[in-house]
């Protein structure tokens, strides 16, 4: 298993834009590793308090992308290989966004409906999470 470890969380006010980076964590990621994590699915998801965790957003291996429906044209997913970074660019921030952003990756290739990689079981690494707070 491979340690995600994310970056960027903090507080905005509504309309605001953050940037989060997920990347994978020095001491458990060799360069062996290094094209295991071009080819990961990756994908962001977030849990609010008293709620489920929900996908947000996700990148397959052939980089076809998918999105929740709240967050459809004001989030994007990016994925930089030369530096085993993955972004989730938030415009437009709501009040409703406000929750603890995890990254996630998938230990094996996912070859169906790039949609359902916004299903938290499909995956097996994880990082620890980064608060969003955005106030109205």
């Known amino acids: 298993q491979v340690q995600l470890v994310e970056s960027g969380g903090g507080s905005v006010q509504a309309g605001g834009s953050l940037r989060l980076s997920c990347a994978p964590s020095?001491?458990?990621?060799?360069?062996?590793?290094m094209g295991w994590f071009r080819q990961a699915p990756m994908g962001w998801f977030r849990q609010a308090p008293g709620k489920e965790r929900e996908g947000v957003a996700a990148i397959a291996s052939d980089d076809r992308r998918s999105f929740a429906d709240s967050v459809k044209g004001r989030f994007t997913i990016s994925k930089d290989n030369a530096k085993n970074t993955l972004y989730l660019q938030m415009d437009s921030l709501r009040p409703e966004d406000t929750a603890m952003y995890y990254c996630a990756a998938r230990s094996s290739w996912w070859l169906g409906d790039a949609a359902e990689l916004l299903l938290p079981r499909l995956f097996d690494n994880w990082g620890q999470g980064a608060q969003v707070t955005v106030s109205s």
């Open positions: 020095g001491s458990t990621f060799s360069s062996t590793s």
